[in-house]
């Protein structure tokens, strides 16, 4: 049973910076797509950025140059660096796993192994 475990959120002004860390990746599996949702309160679930097993990123537009995604293969943990964060970053953010290539890694319907969440507040 593949279990993920997300760390590092918690409450910062605007324009500070948070570093999110998934530890749990599916580093044992040759090909994987490891990815970040959010989801907000009345909102729908978002994906936020991606990585395959190749090093591949993809971002949501919102995000592009404010938060980097990496991964450590040695540890199996996935980052999201945040900065520049604003009061509509604010959510609860997800860390979830599948393990294949995705034609579209921001759909959360292509992940069957999810986080628990860590909350991310922003003030402003």
């Known amino acids: 049973q593949v279990q993920l475990v997300e760390s590092g959120g918690g409450s910062v002004q605007a324009g500070g910076s948070l570093r999110l860390a998934c530890e749990g990746a599916?580093?044992?599996?040759?090909?994987?797509?490891m990815a970040w949702f959010r989801q907000a309160p009345g909102k729908e679930r978002e994906g936020v950025a991606a990585?395959?097993?190749?090093?591949?990123?993809d971002y949501t537009p919102s995000v592009k140059g404010r938060f980097t995604i990496s991964q450590d293969k040695i540890k199996k943990i996935v980052y999201l660096q945040m900065d520049s964060l604003k009061s509509d970053d604010t959510a609860m953010y997800y860390c979830a796993a599948v393990a294949r290539w995705v034609g579209n890694p921001l759909s959360s319907k292509n992940y069957n192994y999810w986080g628990q969440g860590t909350q991310v507040t922003v003030s402003s």
């Open positions: 990585i395959d097993s190749f090093g591949v990123a």
């Open positions: 599916l580093y044992t599996w040759s090909r994987h797509t």
